[in-house]
């Protein structure tokens, strides 16, 4: 079925002033009215006409066809509302599932109004009522229209959106990275989950007012765009930085990409196998590039060539290899670290293939993150929620596999929630335990003339990863921190440790059993860690970086060498001489004064210098008298500041979470900007290129639903939906809302049912009403033990597989097309076939274990009193009439029908009447006797067509005979006589 040919439309919702009015129409092509969908009954419906055609060659047997179903026909949906509901809902499409199913639809958290700019998202979320059966299914629809790209107009003092062709299926639009060229084309990477690190979007490019999105194959759904610049020469040209992939260039506006790994210097002793790209900026004199832990590459021919610089610090103070933040899912902090896993592999093949014990050890860099529940410190024993959000390993180019990759976590689709538990020992230390529930994707491709060439597997699952191995006594102790607890992640030897079978995509009979253990780090070269890289608008060999516990460093060459600009920003230390403690999130530079410098501070504020960075006075922060900050400065998690170089002296600053503030003298004095952006959470905004003063803000969190816009539900799958489901099920149904207040106490309740799968029936000639069932299919639970269609010579009847269902013999190979093949048929006989679908009722609250309602049927011709629905059926006659036998053969294949001839049985029209001898070579003559030898009657051949005679039962007088035994002789030219025996009974 396809539910994309689908046009019927069902406007099921009209609420207003808290009025809840059900229609009771139903759109064009539907058959069950809404009234009988949510009373659990679906109207069925049987295909309009039926293909009956003779298969001769190869096994002989009768094919029926038939043309799918119309999803508007065949299926029906309906939607109630609870009477406090004040807006209109309409479901348009076919429903596409293959089971029954209700779903509930309720306002998650906050209140608000349908396509509104609001300060705080619209959440519907929706989800399957019932056992999960076949599979749980939820999604989310953030019904607000607040989020996205915002631009502030100076002239007229306001803002609006430039969403237009972005999916308002998104539940939030979250935007990673965004520049504009001077023609006002823009490219921005996208997330669309509950924090901007999952469900990554890919790379988008804006031109002549609209959205698309550019290279999914490149910059696909698991492919997070963590910056982007353009070439200050041309539009058509820009680089693109990703989380894990490194940068990719495009000269020709985006039709194509190349990748620049291979151009950056490979000269580490140890190289990575994830390059995220953390910063980048395309000067008119450079590109830089840089990827943590590898390095920062320098370019001075666009993109063709690469040198490679070390940021040499007065002391590296940088976390060792994980970065922590506050904030996540979880509400306490973020975990991001690099590290390392070894995956052992041991191979077992029951055929003693090549790939029976294959034993190797796959050593490879991982990036991951989690995020952490709040614990509180001193206690003995803290026990926390954890959520693994991202892991990311890979092996490219082995000798044995072109690719091995593993992945999990939530932005990955892939939910894999954990708990950590830190106990105080004896001696004071905690004991730190803990696991996630990993569901986990493999994908392996075979390298060419190695042990797996050919093979390619792609293998999904769940297991749970341990700290540590209780069984080997590899436990984590971890002394106490000074604040009665310890940091995360864990640090010690101990690891993740997991352990599970991979069979997809491997010969029959071979698995692989995976023993993996993460790392928590992996030895790299370190580098400060970069967040931004600005250049120095009077002179491009002057740039600026703001990096992570360095907070600002300067390059006067062109980033070819770089030296700390603190001055008396260095914090003083007991332990640690020359200590800096503070993040530099962000920074700007006067585009008439160089010496006048802003750095935004993680947890801290906004400093400023006016003699290039000897001395820093705090203008944004808690110790400004009237200051524009929040009571908390811990929450200033992100900064981004933005210089209006057309406007010099005009500075903005995008601070997440809380507010965007504006300075007009210099950044000596900051408020908050006159007029707010709708939502205050916001990662990136930069000044519009043209000159005109406009400022461009990127929101994150925010929905950006217009009122009446239709909204697929399978594109609005989360990780509620079983993750086999979510890219095989097509629902076929959208919903659109109008505008209108949505409470917590809204429910919506949205039935779906589809018929359960389809009989064909079967009579001889003789009784057109008298069908029985011949075959059944049930597409909700289809035979396992079927392999093969029963149609085809090589078809091998599986003992004891449901025959006398005969699901073998229906076959879906032709799209929208079903087949059904019997081979009992006989020649010379008339037969009669009908096709319907059946059902049991709605099931969408009970399973096939439980379910104890009978089996009901669509009409198999107008008036089938056995079938409780109106319609016309499709029963159809066939004559079998086989060309003549071959002149030589058996014996065997020369037969009399119908043998007895009784009253009231054989053809149609002619019951009790007429026979048929069949199976007959050419030039066939057959002569008739009585039982004492008598000769009744002589048929020639110039009776025979095809390969059948017909006989009335009338001597050479024309008289009917009466009842007895008669023996018939068949005489043939090139075969011997053969002789049969029929019965009449009167």
Wanted: aromatic content about 10%; hydrophobic content about 40%; charged content about 20%.
């Amino acid at each position: 079925m396809k539910a994309g040919s689908v046009s019927a439309v069902r406007t099921v919702i009209a609420v207003a002033l808290g009025l809840v009015i059900l229609a009771s129409a139903f759109g064009a092509g539907a058959i069950t009215p809404d009234a009988a969908c949510l009373a659990d009954s679906l109207y069925l419906v049987s295909p309009d006409l039926i293909n009956l055609s003779l298969q001769s060659s190869g096994r002989q047997g009768m094919v029926i066809s038939w043309p799918d179903l119309d999803l508007a026909e065949s299926t029906c949906f309906a939607l109630t509302a609870t009477d406090s509901a004040e807006f209109e809902a309409t479901v348009t499409g076919g429903y596409g599932g293959l089971v029954d199913r209700s779903f509930l639809f309720t306002t998650s958290g906050a209140a608000g109004t349908i396509g509104a700019a609001q300060p705080d998202p619209l959440v519907y979320s929706w989800r399957s009522d019932g056992p999960s059966y076949y599979g749980s299914l939820g999604g989310t629809l953030n019904l607000a229209n607040n989020g996205g790209l915002w631009r502030f107009d100076q002239m007229a003092g306001s803002w609006g959106q430039l969403n237009v062709g972005l999916p308002m299926t998104w539940p939030q639009t979250n935007i990673l990275a965004l520049d504009e060229a001077d023609d006002g084309t823009m490219v921005a990477g996208f997330s669309t989950g509950p924090t901007t690190s999952t469900s990554p979007a890919g790379l988008w490019i804006f031109r002549e007012g609209s959205w698309s999105q550019l290279a999914p194959e490149i910059f696909d759904d698991n492919t997070a765009v963590s910056a982007v610049a353009f070439s200050p020469a041309s539009a058509s040209s820009f680089v693109v930085g990703t989380e894990r992939d490194g940068p990719f260039l495009t000269t020709d506006g985006g039709a194509t990409f190349v990748s620049l790994l291979n151009r950056l210097p490979q000269d580490l002793e140890q190289m990575p196998t994830i390059y995220p790209v953390n910063s980048l900026i395309w000067t008119p004199t450079r590109m830089l590039i840089f990827v943590p832990y590898y390095g920062l590459f320098v370019s001075e021919d666009s993109g063709a060539t690469f040198s490679r610089q070390d940021i040499e610090v007065v002391r590296d103070l940088d976390a060792p290899r994980a970065r922590i933040t506050p904030g996540g899912v979880l509400g306490d902090e973020m975990v991001r670290m690099r590290g390392t896993v070894d995956v052992q592999l041991s191979g077992s093949d029951t055929a003693a293939g090549e790939l029976d014990g294959y034993e190797r050890t796959l050593s490879m860099d991982v990036l991951w993150e989690f995020h952490t529940a709040a614990r509180t410190a001193g206690d003995d024993v803290q026990t926390f929620a954890a959520q693994l959000m991202m892991l990311d390993s890979q092996l490219v180019g082995d000798s044995d596999f072109e690719l091995f990759r593993i992945t999990a976590g939530d932005s990955l689709g892939l939910a894999s929630p954990g708990q950590i538990t830190l106990t105080r020992q004896p001696d004071g230390k905690f004991r730190a335990e803990g696991y996630f529930d990993v569901n986990y994707r493999v994908e392996i491709d075979g390298a060419l003339r190695g042990p797996f060439q050919g093979i390619h597997s792609n293998s999904t699952g769940t297991t749970r990863f341990t700290l540590g191995d209780e069984a080997l006594s590899e436990l984590c102790d971890l002394a106490d921190n000074g604040f009665g607890t310890v940091e995360m992640p864990p640090q010690c030897d101990a690891g993740y440790v997991g352990s599970f079978t991979l069979t997809a995509g491997f010969p029959a009979g071979v698995s692989f059993d995976v023993h993996s253990r993460i790392y928590n780090y992996l030895e790299f070269k370190q580098l400060p860690l970069v967040n931004q890289i600005v250049e120095n608008p009077s002179n491009p060999d002057h740039l600026l970086a703001a990096v992570n516990f360095h907070g600002l460093i300067e390059s006067d060459d062109g980033g070819y060498t770089w030296h700390p600009v603190r001055g008396d920003l260095i914090q003083a230390s007991d332990e640690i001489d020359g200590a800096w403690v503070h993040n530099g999130l962000s920074v700007a530079v006067d585009p008439l004064d160089p010496q006048v410098i802003l750095l935004a501070l993680q947890q801290e504020g906004i400093y400023r210098t006016g003699d290039g960075g000897e001395t820093w006075a705090e203008v944004a922060g808690e110790n400004v008298a009237g200051t524009v900050q929040p009571s908390n400065l811990g929450s200033l998690v992100s900064i981004q500041l933005i210089s209006d170089d057309d406007n010099p002296g005009t500075f903005y600053a995008v601070e997440d979470k809380w507010s965007l503030l504006a300075s007009t003298d210099n950044g000596v004095n900051w408020d908050h900007f006159a007029s707010q952006p709708v939502m205050d959470r916001a990662l990136v905004g930069r000044m519009a290129a043209d000159g005109s003063g406009d400022l461009l803000v990127g929101t994150w969190g925010g929905g950006i639903y217009v009122p009446g816009t239709p909204l697929d539900l399978t594109q609005t799958y989360n990780s509620s939906t079983d993750v086999g489901l979510r890219d095989v099920l097509d629902l076929g149904l959208s919903i659109a809302f109008t505008a209108g207040a949505a409470t917590p106490a809204d429910s919506l309740y949205l039935k779906c049912q589809t018929f359960q799968g389809w009989a064909v029936w079967r009579a001889t000639g003789v009784d057109r009403e008298g069908l029985t069932l011949l075959g059944l299919y049930d597409r909700v639970n289809p035979e396992s033990c079927i392999e093969g269609f029963c149609g085809d010579e090589s078809y091998d009847v599986t003992p004891q597989c449901f025959i006398s269902k005969r699901s073998a013999c229906f076959d879906f190979s032709t799209p929208d097309t079903v087949r059904f093949f019997d081979d009992e048929i006989y020649n010379g006989f008339e037969y009669y076939y009908g096709v319907t679908s059946f059902d049991y009722g709605s099931t969408a609250l009970t399973t096939p274990q439980n379910n104890s309602q009978a089996m009901v049927f669509s009409p198999r011709w107008e008036g089938d009193t056995a079938s409780p629905f109106p319609g016309g059926g499709n029963t159809r006659s066939y004559q079998v009439n086989l060309l003549a036998a071959p002149a030589t053969g058996a014996d065997e294949e020369i037969y009399v029908y119908p043998n007895p001839l009784r009253p009231g049985e054989g053809f149609r029209d002619f019951e009790g009447q007429k026979v048929v001898f069949t199976n007959l070579p050419p030039e066939s003559t057959i002569q008739i006797f009585t039982a004492a030898g008598d000769k009744v009657i002589e048929l020639g051949s110039e009776l025979q067509v095809e390969g059948n005679i017909h006989w009335d039962c009338h001597n050479e007088k024309g008289k009917e005979l009466t009842g007895g035994v008669f023996l018939y002789k068949v005489l043939m030219p090139q075969r011997d006589d053969f002789w049969g025996k029929l019965v009449i009974i009167r």
